[in-house]
């Protein structure tokens, strides 16, 4: 079924009773030609691409809850390619053009939203570091603005320029960034995944790997063995504990990052804002609650909540940055747990297992990485080789030294 | 979160900076295999869901590293002890 | 509807006046802005999220949905404030929200029209052609539509605390099971807090009407609060809600002032608090549930025991003719209360065939018109606000109709159990009360009472009390279990019942999002049946109230539909906070300057009288320049600073380096580790500049470290690097290492340290020595460090540095002396026209040197990269070695560090600016590297920089290209040696 102003006009006059399921929810076959662990975007997109771009149709996504229920659904939604290596920048440019035709590409609106974002700097040292980046987001093609004090004013009159400890100087735009739904983007590519055949099978977990020698033929599950040509692993967060199946100890720590949300409100805050004096980003959503969060709470956990050191030190960077946030309530905090590399960028590659592919270690930023992700890891597992835009995510960079690392806090995954 | 450190008593977590792992031992910088050696002490992790064994530092109190057993799945704390011994 | 004449928790000597969209009203001392709009017969309060449709007010406490207000106003207001909580003072000031041009007169009402084409996630199907039409269009117009209240005006005037707690016993929740358990563990001597949401402990006690002993509950209530505020052990905290359960603490809010029209002086308006407790029981009750049925949003329609609160706590009658729709007895037991108080309760519809005889006999007694077997099936209101007038009902197969302006309703009553999930503890259905009850609760908790579904008065006390003295019990202290005296219980048989199936009009289960019964089916269709998807999906349990009225009717809708039991169906996470809580109180100081702690130089008076400019550095703020008069523009000051250090002397302060003291037998060994060059064989008296690595070989920090003794050494690192250089040494000493004979000690706050510069350097410093004191070339070489007196007996570290590549000397004093050391220094030097300068001179000679600093530490750069590479040493080990000699850190090709100058010379340099070679694409396959720090450099008379190029030294000569788009720079550099200064170091030797 597509969707369309006049399917919902359609269904309005029959009294909603048209609509099918978005996806079929399918029961695992005994094989497969791939099999993608992981139902969140980056699985869920890798099957979409690999039938629609690559023609591989016998595809299942297996979940080992439901669809979006890890990272896709508890991220702050943001979108962007503002990135300085470059072994990033290129990639997450080309997720941006792909985020830029998704909803026409899925035919689901995941409500991508280009209302820009704007990283603050405070100091002549961070300016000429978001100089750098600028720069660099040209030389990849995206878009780039660095602004002066009064030109982030225009944007942002509320923001406190007059009493800061660490007043505002200006900051590097980012127009074509923004935000996207988290769970349209999930449910979107799950629709066209399932119509272009592929099977998405809920409630099926990992608990091995069928194995032939030194490769890897397919995947003990909670609902049977199920072979499989190339298995491809997008479970951030769960990384190493899958890896860990097959042998592989990875460049790995699991950390838990908060993100909060507050009561609905009327439109105040119209792009996406970061701080650069403290931990701290914010959107609004269109529903009006703010959407914002921080750093990482900083030790492994698996658990899925933080604690409140974080909370506060984002609270203190939110009332420091925006001082009339003081009287609207926080709604709801979630924690979600990060794949945190061990030099803060992803891993897209093959593993040393024969048939087994990796797709992983995201870190928090690993929502506007989603088509990308997907994109570059069904080319891998369709053709063996990295795509062009992600030849630098190699497994191996650790042992090599080609490092990409952004921040440039080294083998510390809770700096990144 | 509340560390018990050895030498302060139950602290709050957010007096403290956290390294991970404390199983890993820096290897013999001369052995053969060294390059390897490094790059898995540097680099990889077990990152267990479960029993966690890691390096917090008491930098808001008495400055000692010290060694906690954590569950990364609870946060429950089962004990914590000194690095370098009685120093 | 009205107030009645007499009864309730409301102090009728104390009227306040209050104003609610303009039009101003009276209510009194302890009532709510709910009670008291009801007072005042104020049916129509909100608007809600969707469809705007009209609502009232739905409940008495935090569940409410639907009374959402602005309370306050300019930088006051404070967006979708629950009227059922908000505590009613003399001023109040609140406005209805989300609805224009007026609340009777919705515009955005006509939503309504359109609803049937608005089903759960229309928009994920429409709104996508044009593509570019989201941005510009659809989404602004959803935008606009969306949200509830408007946030304030301006800068939040009012103060926010924090504060630390620790006890033994936390108790959440005063209504009878607390008070109970805060008795037992009281009495028995355990340090206990009983803390409250409500500003009125007792809980139900208030709100119900029954015999506790010989005194009706309030009384028991209050008497109870007496004893406890009577024990000195025991701190009872109203106003207070406890909103998260954390990894060994519990988060609480305390609303200081909320209840005030201003703060009182000096006082905050909410504080945080942090409770450490060892035990903690959860006595916060339970929440009733709405039935699911079509117009069951109208004003008039409210929870059974909300209306039962409204007549015995606060004295009010919800309505003037008043229906019940229930599946349970307690509802019957509310309309026998109401109907005690005064209310005109005129029907009871119960869903059930058969209710207890002694229900319907009670009923009959007091007049009131039973209908069992019964449902609703439509609402019909007033024209204009909606409010309700009559019901339309089912009773077997016939139709009825019914007068009323208000319907008290019940499905049964949903246990609190929120907090008991924050650990990830998920409920469990329990048939028998159909409800949900704890499961896994946190480490230390334990739940009483309605918490865990305990509904009769008599075991709730009682369950309250054992838990009470068992926490104490297990603490060690000696717990005897209070007296329990007889209660009346109520019963409390239910039926499970969820939605009116064939009922007219929309059937809200989730009344603030506006999510219907007919949603629900809609994710059923689309196949968005687990619990999470559902809820995404339609919205539902997403609003401000977290779907605690709508969520298990959802779910058991939900249920019905996939025939599924409801346990099988789930149930969604409750994640903190328990109610939503103020940024503004969880930010508490920590905003405006005060947002983090500023360092302050011991030269800071000194520097502020000669008239610095300060700039924050980190924690720091340190002085930037030193304007003099008629200097209007940076620069100028700058290259003044810089040209008088030059020709003469000049001076600053440095205190903010890292200075860290090492002594003991092994330092030399122990530096010789973490530098990459070799501290052993350095002599007393000497020091060294030094560079150290972290483990994966990329550089860390540098700075000199000196030889003060045998066994003593200081080392200096960067200010940025300070602390994170201290806590790595530390890791070295006591982890890697700690058979070695180090002791560390941070003393960058004992030292205050001043670098004096330029040629006359050494004619000043020997003004300020005392007597003996040689400062000579050969007293003092250059990178000597020696331990002397200065300024008559003050003990003093002089070190032989450069930073700025000019003969130079720093001088350390006790912290306490350094202000008087600037003064000295600016005394013996201004025969020399002595020239304080900042920051910006201190970078301009170091550019000028070629020296690294915080742009070429970058964390990226390894000690090849910048030149350091025959620094390493060959013959020892560091930290660092093996990995720095992978291939990715050895190749040539990597950018590595040389000088930059414009081929034009009138070209102003930028850091930032990417390298490309010329001719070549503008592309990030073409990036050759980037400049790190500009200097103008006045001795040289043009723009100087610095940079990491590919394989730069080897280009010495070479013009590239410097790229810097985002300022719209574009024009070539000529690569050259960093040091753009006395190469040779002459002068610093001199």
């Given at each position: 079924m597509r969707y369309s102003f006049l399917s919902v006009l359609k269904n309005g006059f029959t009294g909603q009773s048209g609509w099918k399921p978005a996806w079929r929810d399918a029961a695992p076959k005994p094989a497969y030609d791939v099999i993608i662990v992981g139902g969140g975007g980056h699985g869920l997109a890798t099957a979409f691409y690999l039938a629609s771009e690559h023609g591989i149709r016998n595809i299942a996504v297996l979940e080992k809850g439901h669809i979006g229920s890890g990272n896709a659904g508890r991220n702050t939604t943001i979108i962007r390619s503002n990135y300085l290596l470059p072994g990033n920048e290129p990639f997450y440019e080309w997720s941006m053009k792909l985020w830029e035709g998704l909803e026409q590409a899925l035919n689901y609106n995941a409500m991508v939203s280009q209302r820009g974002i704007l990283n603050l700097y405070h100091s002549d040292a961070q300016r000429d570091a978001y100089a750098r980046r600028g720069n660099a987001m040209r030389l990849a093609g995206a878009d780039s603005e660095l602004l002066d004090r009064e030109g982030v004013?225009?944007?942002?009159?509320?923001?406190?320029?007059?009493?800061?400890?660490?007043?505002?100087?200006?900051?590097?735009?980012?127009?074509?960034?923004?935000?996207?739904?988290?769970?349209?983007?999930?449910?979107?590519?799950?629709?066209?995944?399932?119509?272009?055949?592929?099977?998405?099978?809920?409630?099926?977990?990992?608990?091995?790997?069928?194995?032939?020698?030194?490769?890897?033929?397919?995947?003990?599950?909670?609902?049977?063995?199920?072979?499989?040509?190339?298995?491809?692993?997008?479970?951030?967060?769960?990384?190493?504990?899958?890896?860990?199946?097959?042998?592989?100890?990875?460049?790995?720590?699991?950390?838990?990052?908060?993100?909060?949300?507050?009561?609905?409100?009327?439109?105040?805050?119209?792009?996406?804002?970061?701080?650069?004096?403290?931990?701290?980003?914010?959107?609004?959503?269109?529903?009006?609650?703010?959407?914002?969060?921080?750093?990482?709470?900083?030790?492994?956990?698996?658990?899925?909540?933080?604690?409140?050191?974080?909370v506060e030190d984002v609270a203190e960077s939110g009332m420091a940055l925006m001082p009339r946030i003081g009287r609207l309530r926080l709604l709801r905090m979630w924690g979600g747990i990060m794949d945190m590399s061990m030099d803060g960028s992803p891993i897209i590659d093959r593993t040393p297992r024969p048939g087994l592919y990796l797709n992983s270690g995201w870190c928090y930023g690993g929502f506007k990485a989603t088509p990308a992700s997907g994109w570059c890891f069904a080319h891998l597992l369709a053709t063996d080789t990295p795509h062009a835009t992600g030849t630098a995510f190699k497994l191996d960079r650790f042992r090599t030294g080609h490092l990409i690392d952004e921040k440039g806090v080294g083998a510390q995954p809770n700096l990144h | 979160m509340r560390i018990p450190c050895p030498y302060c008593g139950a602290r709050d977590a957010s007096e403290f900076a956290y390294l991970g792992d404390a199983t890993l031992t820096r290897p013999d910088p001369a052995a053969p295999d060294a390059d390897e050696a490094f790059h898995a002490y540097v680099y990889l992790r077990d990152n267990p869901a479960g029993a966690h064994s890691e390096w917090w530092y008491h930098s808001a109190g008495c400055r000692r590293w010290v060694k906690v057993a954590r569950d990364t799945t609870s946060h429950a704390i089962a004990g914590a002890e000194l690095a370098g011994g009685a120093r | 509807?009205?107030?009645?004449?007499?009864?309730?928790?409301?102090?009728?000597?104390?009227?306040?006046?209050?104003?609610?969209?303009?039009?101003?009203?009276?209510?009194?001392?302890?009532?709510?802005?709910?009670?008291?709009?009801?007072?005042?017969?104020?049916?129509?309060?909100?608007?809600?999220?969707?469809?705007?449709?009209?609502?009232?007010?739905?409940?008495?406490?935090?569940?409410?949905?639907?009374?959402?207000?602005?309370?306050?106003?300019?930088?006051?207001?404070?967006?979708?404030?629950?009227?059922?909580?908000?505590?009613?003072?003399?001023?109040?000031?609140?406005?209805?929200?989300?609805?224009?041009?007026?609340?009777?007169?919705?515009?955005?009402?006509?939503?309504?029209?359109?609803?049937?084409?608005?089903?759960?996630?229309?928009?994920?199907?429409?709104?996508?052609?044009?593509?570019?039409?989201?941005?510009?269009?659809?989404?602004?117009?959803?935008?606009?539509?969306?949200?509830?209240?408007?946030?304030?005006e301006g800068v939040d005037p009012d103060h926010y605390d924090k504060a630390h707690a620790f006890c033994d016993v936390l108790v959440i929740g005063a209504g009878p099971a607390g008070l109970m358990a805060a008795l037992a563990a009281g009495r028995a001597g355990a340090r206990v807090i009983l803390a409250d949401e409500d500003f009125l402990a007792g809980g139900r006690l208030n709100s119900e009407v029954a015999r506790i002993g010989d005194e009706p509950s309030h009384a028991f209530a209050a008497r109870t609060v007496a004893e406890l505020a009577s024990l000195p052990n025991v701190r009872i905290m109203t106003r207070t809600s406890v909103f998260g359960i954390y990894d060994g603490e519990y988060g609480a809010v305390e609303r200081v002032s909320d209840h005030l029209a201003t703060p009182a002086p000096f006082q905050p308006r909410q504080r945080l608090w942090k409770i450490a407790a060892k035990r903690a029981i959860l006595c916060a009750g339970a929440t009733e549930r709405p039935i699911v049925f079509g117009g069951n949003d109208r004003p008039g329609v409210m929870l059974a025991g909300s209306a039962r609160s409204y007549a015995n706590r606060y004295g009010v009658a919800a309505g003037k003719s008043v229906a019940f729709f229930a599946n349970n007895d307690s509802a019957w037991t509310s309309a026998f209360d109401m109907k005690a108080a005064g209310v005109n309760v005129t029907t009871l519809i119960d869903i059930r065939r058969e209710v207890a005889p002694?229900?319907?006999?009670?009923?009959?007694?007091?007049?009131?018109?039973?209908?069992?077997?019964?449902?609703?099936?439509?609402?019909?209101?007033?024209?204009?606000?909606?409010?309700?007038?009559?019901?339309?009902?089912?009773?077997?197969?016939?139709?009825?109709?019914?007068?009323?302006?208000?319907?008290?309703?019940?499905?049964?009553?949903?246990?609190?159990?929120?907090?008991?999930?924050?650990?990830?503890?998920?409920?469990?259905?329990?048939?028998?009360?159909?409800?949900?009850?704890?499961?896994?609760?946190?480490?230390?908790?334990?739940?009483?009472?309605?918490?865990?579904g305990t509904y009769g008065l008599g075991d709730t006390l009682a369950e309250g009390a054992r838990q009470g003295s068992e926490a104490a019990g297990d603490l060690g202290f000696t717990a005897t279990r209070p007296d329990l005296p007889a209660t009346e219980d109520t019963p409390a048989g239910i039926t499970a019942f969820w939605h009116v199936q064939g009922s007219k009009g929309p059937a809200f289960v989730d009344q603030q999002n506006d999510v219907t019964a007919k949603d629900l089916g809609i994710a059923y269709k689309e196949g968005f049946r687990a619990v999470e998807l559902m809820k995404r999906y339609t919205t539902l349990g997403m609003a401000t109230d977290q779907g605690r009225t709508s969520n298990v009717n959802g779910l058991a809708i939900m249920a019905e539909l996939t025939g599924a039991s409801i346990m099988e169906t789930g149930t969604t996470i409750f994640r903190p906070p328990y109610t939503p809580v103020s940024l503004g109180v969880l930010g508490g100081h920590h905003r405006g300057k005060d947002f983090r702690p500023t360092r302050l130089t011991p030269t800071h008076a000194w520097a502020a009288e000669q008239g610095a400019v300060f700039i924050e550095t980190g924690p720091w703020l340190r002085a930037q320049y030193f304007p003099k008069a008629g200097e209007t523009d940076w620069l100028t000051t700058v290259n003044r600073e810089v040209k008088a250090v030059r020709a003469s002397v000049g001076m600053i302060d440095v205190s903010t380096f890292g200075k860290i003291d090492l002594q003991g037998r092994d330092v030399g060994a122990f530096l010789d580790k973490v530098y990459i060059n070799t501290f052993s064989t350095l002599a007393v008296g000497k020091a060294r500049y030094g560079v150290m690595l972290r483990e994966d070989g990329i550089v860390m920090d540098d700075g000199t470290t000196a030889r003060l003794g045998p066994e003593h050494y200081v080392m200096t690192t960067t200010t940025a690097n300070a602390v994170k250089v201290f806590q790595h040494l530390e890791f070295c000493l006591q982890v890697l290492w700690p058979e070695l004979d180090v002791t560390l000690a941070s003393v960058s706050e004992q030292w205050a340290q001043i670098a004096i510069a330029g040629p006359r350097a050494r004619d000043v410093l020997a003004r300020v020595v005392d007597t003996?004191?040689?400062?000579?070339?050969?007293?003092?070489?250059?990178?000597?460090?020696?331990?002397?007196?200065?300024?008559?007996?003050?003990?003093?570290?002089?070190?032989?540095?450069?930073?700025?590549?000019?003969?130079?000397?720093?001088?350390?004093?006790?912290?306490?002396?350094?202000?008087?050391?600037?003064?000295?220094?600016?005394?013996?030097?201004?025969?020399?026209?002595?020239?304080?300068?900042?920051?910006?001179?201190?970078?301009?000679?170091?550019?000028?040197?070629?020296?690294?600093?915080?742009?070429?530490?970058?964390?990226?750069?390894?000690?090849?990269?910048?030149?350091?590479?025959?620094?390493?040493?060959?013959?020892?080990?560091?930290?660092?070695?093996?990995?720095?000699a992978r291939p990715g850190l050895k190749d040539p090709d990597r950018p590595a560090f040389v000088g930059f100058k414009p081929v034009d010379p009138s070209q102003r340099l930028r850091a930032g600016a990417h390298f490309l070679t010329i001719g070549a694409p503008a592309d990030m396959a073409h990036d050759q590297g980037y400049m790190t720090s500009v200097a103008h450099s006045p001795h040289l008379g043009h723009w100087i920089g610095l940079g990491l190029l590919k394989n730069g030294p080897a280009r010495i000569g070479e013009r590239v290209r410097a790229y810097d788009p985002v300022r719209g720079n574009d024009f070539e550099v000529e690569v050259c040696s960093p040091a753009f200064i006395d190469p040779n170091g002459e002068r610093l030797r001199g």
């Open positions: 004013r225009a944007m942002y009159p509320f923001l406190d320029f007059d009493n800061a400890r660490f007043p505002i100087q200006g900051g590097l735009a980012q127009r074509r960034g923004g935000t996207a739904r988290h769970d349209a983007v999930v449910w979107g590519y799950a629709r066209a995944a399932d119509q272009l055949g592929v099977d998405i099978v809920q409630n099926c977990e990992v608990t091995g790997f069928l194995t032939e020698g030194d490769a890897i033929v397919g995947v003990e599950t909670s609902r049977g063995p199920i072979r499989a040509g190339k298995v491809g692993l997008a479970v951030a967060g769960s990384s190493s504990r899958v890896a860990q199946q097959a042998g592989l100890r990875l460049p790995m720590e699991s950390h838990v990052l908060q993100a909060f949300v507050s009561e609905g409100l009327k439109p105040l805050v119209d792009g996406v804002i970061t701080f650069g004096a403290g931990h701290f980003y914010i959107s609004q959503s269109d529903k009006g609650g703010l959407v914002f969060g921080g750093d990482i709470d900083g030790y492994n956990s698996y658990a899925q909540r933080g604690n409140l050191p974080v | - | 509807m009205s107030r009645l004449p007499s009864g309730g928790r409301v102090d009728r000597a104390r009227s306040l006046s209050f104003r609610f969209d303009g039009k101003t009203y009276r209510g009194f001392s302890g009532d709510t802005l709910a009670s008291a709009l009801l007072a005042n017969q104020v049916r129509l309060v909100g608007r809600s999220f969707k469809y705007h449709r009209p609502r009232g007010i739905l409940s008495a406490g935090p569940e409410e949905p639907n009374a959402l207000v602005e309370l306050r106003s300019g930088a006051r207001r404070e967006p979708n404030t629950r009227a059922t909580v908000a505590e009613l003072y003399d001023g109040l000031d609140a406005a209805s929200q989300n609805r224009w041009p007026s609340l009777a007169l919705d515009a955005l009402s006509l939503n309504g029209l359109v609803a049937p084409f608005l089903g759960a996630g229309f928009y994920y199907k429409t709104f996508m052609w044009p593509a570019k039409f989201w941005e510009s269009v659809y989404e602004p117009a959803i935008r606009r539509a969306a949200g509830l209240g408007r946030a304030a002694a229900l319907a006999a009670r009923a009959k007694a007091l007049g009131i018109d039973v209908r069992t077997d019964t449902q609703v099936t439509g609402t019909t209101g007033q024209p204009i606000g909606g409010a309700l007038t009559g019901l339309a009902i089912r009773t077997g197969g016939r139709g009825g109709r019914l007068a009323a302006d208000t319907l008290a309703m019940s499905g049964g009553w949903s246990p609190s159990v929120h907090l008991t999930c924050h650990h990830g503890g998920k409920p469990v259905w329990q048939e028998d009360i159909a409800a949900f009850v704890p499961g896994r609760t946190p480490p230390g908790l334990s739940v009483a009472g309605a918490a865990r003996g004191v040689d400062v000579s070339n050969e007293g003092l070489p250059f990178m000597g460090a020696i331990e002397r007196t200065v300024m008559g007996g003050v003990k003093a570290r002089l070190f032989r540095l450069s930073f700025s590549g000019e003969l130079g000397y720093e001088i350390a004093v006790p912290a306490r002396h350094g202000e008087a050391l600037a003064r000295a220094l600016m005394t013996a030097g201004e025969e020399f026209g002595i020239t304080p300068y900042g920051i910006e001179a201190l970078g301009v000679m170091r550019i000028e040197k070629g020296h690294v600093s915080g742009n070429e530490l970058s964390g990226q750069t390894s000690a090849g990269d910048l030149g350091f590479g025959k620094m390493a040493s060959t013959k020892k080990d560091y930290i660092g070695r093996v990995m720095a």
